[in-house]
């Protein structure tokens, strides 16, 4: 009989990719049955341990490790990414009953090490040999207890309770390194130099676990969260074997990305930072299916077109992005210019006409000016040669000044532009 804890890891595996996000009632088991073998609460009434910081970031509390367990994809992807790089190997035709264990080094295991250890009834001590580091004495502690349970020790080739970052790893000894030691964006966990000190303990043929985690910057429409319709703007940094091998060799240059600002749609207005991870092959967490990978939205920024954002990692004892970008004021969306304002084509209401357009696309302008301006309107539309209402979908369409100035002075050759600062 498995254990049953056994039992779940196995539905995991087993179950299509499209059904994992429906197995709380699973992990709820899990997490229970991990608690009843080593006795962690992980809803204690006062939160007693703290977080303990280290050089390049915070190593979270036994605790707050052990509620990672709960959330549902993240898990799941993890333990079936791990599996997978696990019995790629096994499964090699290059392997044979000689081959000696694969050496596994799992950095920062928290209580339950369940990114592997309730993998291990399925492994033989033959097939894998597991280094276990952890900062947390606690969590080792209780991670022991479940080694026992699982009556998988012979698996285990040591277990140090060190911070990873000061740890001598062997060179070129693991065929895997896995470590689940960030959040979105990789701030202020150490999962950059957690890598970067690791990277040459894997052997050529090596990977890291997760292979690739990318942070990129996209534009998002006016307060939607609809990842089809985003405009993407471009990769801010990758954490992955060839970047963690430059950022240990000293050259830092990956950390530094300048995306250009292309042009888009006005109503593009929130700048959006995405995390992606590669566990192992097609084992992927996109945007917004664990606390890993949920985006960070700021609203209402409105780039410069043609301006450059610029982004840098910085991996001190806080890790985090630094980021500067260039906001429009060719368009103040906020306040419409004055109806006597005459800047676009010498013509009263124009500039603030095709302010009012873009306030309408974003939902914003005031209903009551809507009603009352409705004269003043018209008025503007047959002094710009538009005609009413043919011409209104093209006009809602233009989604730049540019082009707005451009249609118009097509309709109306008699226009000239007198909008020096729109
Ligand atoms: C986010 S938890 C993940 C726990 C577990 N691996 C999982 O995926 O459920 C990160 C773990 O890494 C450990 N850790 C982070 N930085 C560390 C460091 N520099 N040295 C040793 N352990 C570290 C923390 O103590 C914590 O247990």
Not at 87 to 98: G, Y
Not at 256 to 274: C, G, K, M, N, R
Not at 358 to 364: A, E, I, M, P, V
Request: charged share 20%; net charge negative; proline share 6%.
């Amino acid at each position: 009989m498995p254990h049953p804890l056994t039992r779940i890891i196995c539905q995991y595996l087993d179950s299509p990719v499209e059904t994992l996000a429906n197995h709380k009632p699973l992990i709820d088991e899990m997490c229970a049955i991990l608690c009843n073998i080593t006795g962690m609460d992980l809803n204690p009434t006062v939160m007693s341990e703290r977080n303990t910081a280290t050089a390049k970031g915070n190593a979270v509390s036994p605790v707050v490790a052990g509620r990672c367990a709960w959330e549902i994809l993240r898990s799941q992807v993890f333990i079936r990414g791990v599996y997978a790089a696990i019995r790629e190997r096994l499964d090699s035709p290059d392997r044979d009953a000689d081959s000696t264990p694969l050496n596994i080094l799992y950095a920062g295991t928290g209580p339950f090490g369940l990114l592997i250890v309730p993998l291990l009834p399925l492994l033989s001590a033959k097939e894998v040999q597991i280094t276990l580091l952890d900062i947390h004495d606690r969590s080792l502690t209780l991670l022991n207890k479940l080694i026992d349970e699982l009556d998988v020790r012979d698996r285990i080739a040591a277990i140090h309770c060190t911070d990873i970052l000061k740890w001598p790893a062997p060179v070129a000894h693991y065929d895997l390194v896995v470590s689940e030691t960030m959040t979105a964006m990789l701030k202020a966990e150490p999962q950059v130099a957690i890598f970067a000190h690791l990277v040459s303990a894997l052997k050529p043929s090596g990977s890291l676990i997760p292979e690739q985690i990318q942070v990129n910057a996209s534009l998002l429409a006016a307060g939607t969260f609809d990842e089809q319709s985003a405009i993407p703007l471009g990769r801010m940094f990758s954490l992955d074997r060839q970047t963690a091998l430059a950022i240990a060799s000293g050259d830092e240059r990956c950390f530094s990305a300048q995306l250009v600002i292309l042009e888009h749609p006005a109503h593009y207005t929130d700048l959006q930072f995405t995390t992606e991870i590669v566990v192992y092959g097609d084992h992927r967490l996109t945007r917004g299916q664990c606390s890993l990978t949920m985006p960070f939205t700021r609203h209402k920024v409105r780039l410069e077109i043609g301006s450059t954002l610029e982004s840098r990692y910085v991996l001190n004892d806080r890790p985090d992005f630094e980021i500067r970008y260039k906001v429009t004021n060719a368009v103040n969306y906020d306040t419409p210019a004055d109806s006597s304002d005459c800047s676009m084509f010498g013509i009263p209401h124009a500039k603030r006409l095709w302010q009012k357009v873009q306030l309408l696309k974003l939902n914003r302008l005031d209903p009551g000016i809507v009603q009352s301006e409705q004269d003043l309107d018209l008025q503007c539309y047959r002094a710009l040669g538009l005609q009413y209402p043919d011409d209104l979908a093209e006009l809602f369409s233009k989604d730049s000044l540019s082009d707005f100035e451009s249609w118009v002075m097509t309709r109306n050759q008699s226009l000239t532009n007198h909008s020096a600062v729109s």
